[in-house]
């Protein structure tokens, strides 16, 4: 059996797969100790974890343990003269009019920020040997009476030669054994210092926090006598064991939002899908990431409370639209959704738990779209007059009737949603008409039909539990590991040679380390050159298969590259203005032997005849259906609400559904 | 709101943050394709979209410098040119700062964006350009007229076609600039910007319609206005006035006074810089459209939310006024290439006026000076220069220390990384890159840290130039505070000091190692009143000193 759990903030979900046996579960997250609810999960589905022979893990753990402050307490040493980096940043304000301006807080302070005498140059060369006297007689002895559990060393342009880096770690290890050292060059191996010395540090910072939970599970497990493989989700779309990840964790954060996608996309190429705008819509925001043929794009960074982090994610952009987002009117009298969010307490005026602030999930109980009964599989009961009545002022304000003021929130949830859609599409030169929409989340399938219209979509796949499609993404993650590498070359006819050598060398590491792991099997390897014109500062990647790389020419990489500019920027450059490459970065990916079924759990509402729904303020009559009894070869016409146990799909007049044979729903214009 | 009344209220909501994240989008993308630091790291360039009359109706929040008056230069030009007189692919170029631009070295961009055969609107973009002719490579310190500081580029409606992909206009530029890899890249950079501003405003006349659009560029005009005077009207209304100064023309040693009244009626505001000194012979002098965009910048920083479009309907309640012939409203030609200096000033002087009316809201003066620093090399390759501009710490506010080394808040420019530097200038190193202990204005809140960085120099024959301000004359602190610390340059050569004023240029030779200092911010309220946890803090942190520390600390965390 495959097991696949989910820790989320509120809820903890379990898949679990065995043959054509699929369980779906969610119980309450226990965020003190969050794998308690995990260990729940498993006693809910009544799951003995001595049958589990694959169990995939993904958690906040690492992402808390930074938003919270619960790392290590970590020590910084870079090279002398630049102690103050983490603190610089870069000098600007997120908010240009902000007269009380706060920069974003690294998880250490001045006092724990230390220098050495070095210095090296940005081709490798030793402008200033390494003082290893001073770091034995004087930062040593500090280390030691500071009491920390972690260091994190940054030397400046450690990425075009280690060695500096590699002496410190060694000098301290020798010295100290119980402090664990991170150097940057392990972690990320690319120019700009701050964003390599926050990246190292946060590493260095979450690393013991998720070393020691990841061993109190395997503990736990071992007890009850699992043999299976273990392994935990990654922030790039990945998993790995989890041996692998106790020794660096960086790659954790944000493993929840990956999860998804994954899960979604590899359904989704069931029935033979492979270029989708997902979109993950929850309680207080909306994930959206472009899928293309097949694979997610990739950013090369993202950041936490604020602090870069240098590694290679899928490049999901967020929004603050969620189910309860707040509808409100601002003082200049605009009507604006978001992005506060009542969150899970109060939470929208039907939850009937204090809340008197309209959302949307009110919105949709108002419209109709959301039943009062059949909320959360019919586990929670929502309260309708509430929910009429936290709209009025809204309603008044703009002169509305409280239908139409929600029929309003509604579709400006969608516009914000259709903006995010419009980030990772249009403004990065792709038609989100040759894309499918595919809708996840509790609250992703309620909107598809109108964000799809408003982007000129004509085609909506919804996975099964819709729902719980992250924790099904643990269990369709293939064996991933991906790398970074500044390497400057111009390009010319030297630039092939040096993409084949650092590949070459990638490719021997990750086959070594692999293996290492256990994980046999054909690997599959990925190459993409961050690509700009001699003179920019912002890279474009360039995807390289690597099978063209023994007849790859230069001019192959500048034609292409000039095309991605073009699309990007709406010019591929003047004649004969030079490009660089400025680096490069892997990926190998272990395929999976066979990606598990899986197939809609049965609803315990009775969700059948006729609802009313409210739209344009008139209303429709919308045939209720059960998910589960949705069959291929039968298509349902809308107005219809297709209720599932984790989410509905409202199908509006105009659109037509059908369940096809891999068990997605297909939702189509008529 | 007049006609935006019949306006759907979703469609108004809808298309409004439309427009602003297509401003956005330019923003983003004219920076991400520069190829200047000055343009693609301090993100000096900003870019907006008009109405067919020249209004700003969204713009991206780059620099709160160049927010705000675009409309006055690009008025210059449509005057000159009819916009019924414009065919596809024709556009508009200016940086004269007597026809309401700002400093030469801003050159905006205008093209207008046809729908049905009509102008419905223009997309603009600015942009700093790092070198723009003139008698020295970046900057000119020694200008003492516009002539000195670059080339001239007087309203001008052009052609893509004929004079931009290779035609004369284009080879001008490129013949008269010192870096034309980087310059003419970024010129490229703001059409294409202007590109997409254009195509996202007909992709919403397609989906919208575009007298649904018309309607909503008025009314988001309108809402600005309505919030504006909404912050206006919270204010007690009277006349309160502020100074600050210059520290000095770079000739002599007289500190220049920069005055401010402030007068709140009702829902409106009238500031006058009357009693601001006379116009200089040097580049200190502000042209009046970056008059106007000090006194904007600050009245909407302190007074209202942050979320509100900068747009020509915010300015609607707002008057400003400066005597012609002063530094803030100069008469042609004087030179005007380091404005930014007496805007902060002017800026300054506004915050000081409000605190009276405002207490809770105001900060204490920050170091708030635009530190513009150019070391340049003539090699076998042609000239190579680098140029970045530095802030300083921030005034603390009222429950809160300000933020240390960070851009001036008319400003918002990033600093290089120092590996980039490491790649892209042979002739320098950057060997230090530290916070300045003791440099903040101690007070119930301190000040921001100000900052120093250490320059090598590498090989013979750089020149350093450089302008700053507050090297005389501290940032001083708000209701008992404490003033911040002055900046400084020097140069050490062969074991001596070399001191540099705050307006300079030398040359200098291998192995010389420049200092470059950065003022703190000044302190809110008496430092009696800091909480003792808090000085602990800063000593362990070695924010503050011991030495340092006597008149602000409780003499028993001092001994312990």
Known sequence: ?670 | MGDSKALDPVDYAIISQSLIAAAREMGAKLIRSAYSTVLREARDGSAALLDADGNTIAQAELIPMQLGTIGHVFRSCIELYPKETLVEGDFFVINDPYSGGQHLQDVFFFHPIFFEGRVIGFSASVAHHLDLSGGDPGLNIAASDVYAEGIVIPPLKLNMERDWNGGAFQRLMRANVRVPHQTMGDFDAQIAANAIGRTRVIELCERYGVEKLVAVMAALMDYSEVRMRAALRAIPDGVYVGEDAVDDDGLSDAPLPVCASVTIKGDSAIVDFTGTAPQVTRNLNAPFAATISSALSCLKAALTSPDIPFNAGAFRPITVTAPKGSMLNPIHPAPVRARMEVCFRAWNAIMKALAQAVPDKVIACGFDTTTSFVLSHLGPSGWSVYLEIFGGGFGAGHDNDGCDAVDGPLSNCSNTPIESLDQDFPFFRVIEYALRPDSCGAGRHRGGLGFVRRFETLTDNVRIALYSDRFRRPAEGLFGGEAGAVGFCEVLRDGKVIPLKSKDAMQLRKGDIVTLALGGGGGFGPASERSPDEIADDIADGVITRDHAPHRAPAALIDA
């Open chain 1, 1 to 670: 059996m495959r097991v696949g759990i989910e820790v989320g903030g509120t809820f903890t979900d379990l898949v679990a797969v065995d043959g054509s046996r699929v369980e779906v579960v969610k119980v309450p997250s226990t965020p003190a100790s969050p794998d308690v609810g995990a260990f729940n999960s498993l006693t809910a589905a009544g799951i003995e974890p001595a049958l589990v022979t694959d169990l995939v893990h993904g958690s906040t753990v690492a992402t808390n343990a930074i938003l919270e402050r619960k790392g290590a307490r970590v020590a910084f040493v870079t090279t002398r003269g630049f102690r103050d980096i983490l603190f610089f940043q870069r000098h600007d304000r997120r908010n240009i009019y902000d007269l009380h301006y706060k920069k974003p807080m690294p998880p250490l302070r001045r006092r724990d920020c230390f220098e050495v005498a070095e210095r090296v140059s940005s081709n490798g060369d030793v402008v200033l040997p390494l003082d290893t006297a001073e770091i034995e007689r004087d930062l040593i002895p500090l280390l030691a009476e500071g009491g920390y559990g972690a260091v994190a060393v940054c030397l400046l342009s450690a990425y075009a030669t280690p060695a500096h880096e590699a002496q410190v770690k060694a000098l301290i290890g020798a010295a100290l054994p119980k402090i664990r050292v991170t150097c940057s060059h392990e972690v990320a191996r690319e120019f700009r210092e701050f964003e390599r010395a926050t990246t190292t540090v946060l590493s260095a910072y979450v690393q013991p926090v998720i070393d020691g939970y990841l061993s109190r599970f395997e503990t736990t497990l071992a007890a009850a006598r699992f043999t299976g493989s273990f392994s935990v989700m990654q922030s790039n779309g990945g998993r790995l064991p989890a041996v692998a990840m106790r020794k660096n964790s960086i790659t954790a954060l944000f493993s929840g939002p990956a999860a998804g996608v994954v899960g979604a996309v590899r359904q989704a190429e069931r029935s033979g899908r492979k270029d989708l705008i997902t979109f993950d819509m929850g309680g207080t925001s909306t994930d959206v990431c472009l899928v293309v043929d097949g694979t997610p794009s990739v950013s090369p960074e993202t950041e936490v409370d604020g602090l870069p982090i240098r590694t290679p994610v899928l490049d999901i952009v967020t929004v603050g639209a969620g189910g309860g987002s707040i509808v409100w009117i601002d003082d200049g009298g605009m009507l604006r959704v978001g992005p506060r969010s009542t969150g899970a307490t109060p939470g929208p005026a039907c939850y009937d738990r204090g809340g008197t602030v309209p959302t949307v999930t009110d919105a949709h109980v108002v419209r109709g779209t959301i039943r009062a009964d059949a909320f959360l599989g019919g586990t929670m009961r929502l309260d309708v007059d509430k929910a009429h009545r936290a709209f009025e002022e809204v309603a008044t304000k703009l002169g509305l009737s409280v239908r139409e003021a929600a029929a309003a929130a509604i579709r400006l949830a969608v516009a914000n949603i259709v903006r995010a859609v419009q980030l990772v599409s249009t403004e990065r030169g792709r038609n989100p008409r040759d894309y499918a929409l595919l809708p996840f989340g509790g609250a992703g399938p309620l909107l598809a039909a109108e964000i799809a219209d408003e982007l000129g979509v004509r085609e909506i796949i919804v996975p099964p539990n819709p729902g719980v499609i992250s924790a099904f993404g643990l269990l369709a993650a293939d064996f991933v590991r991906v790398a970074g590498v500044t390497r400057r070359v111009v390009l010319s006819d030297d630039a092939p040679p040096v993409l084949r050598e650092e590949f070459a060398r990638f490719r021997e590491a990750a086959e070594r380390e692999f293996r290492g792991l256990g994980l046999d099997g054909a690997l599959i390897f990925e190459l993409t050159a961050e690509m700009r014109f001699i003179g920019q500062a912002f890279e474009i990647p360039v995807d390289i298969d690597p099978g063209r790389l023994p007849t790859l020419s230069a001019a192959d990489l500048a034609e292409e590259f000039s095309a991605a500019h073009r699309r990007i920027y709406f010019h591929g450059g003047e004649p004969g203005r030079k490009v660089e490459i400025v680096g490069l970065r892997f990926g190998v990916r272990r395929p999976l032997d066979k990606l598990p079924e899986f197939r809609e759990r049965a609803s315990r509402v009775v969700n059948s005849g006729e609802t009313t729904v409210w739209t344009g303020g008139s209303a429709l009559s919308a045939r209720l259906v059960d998910a589960a009894t949705l069959v291929p070869g039968k298509a349902t016409c809308g107005p219809a609400m297709v209720e599932g146990y984790s989410s509905t799909l409202w199908v509006p007049p105009g659109w037509q559904v059908e369940r096809d044979n891999p068990g997605n729903l297909i939702m189509r214009k008529v």
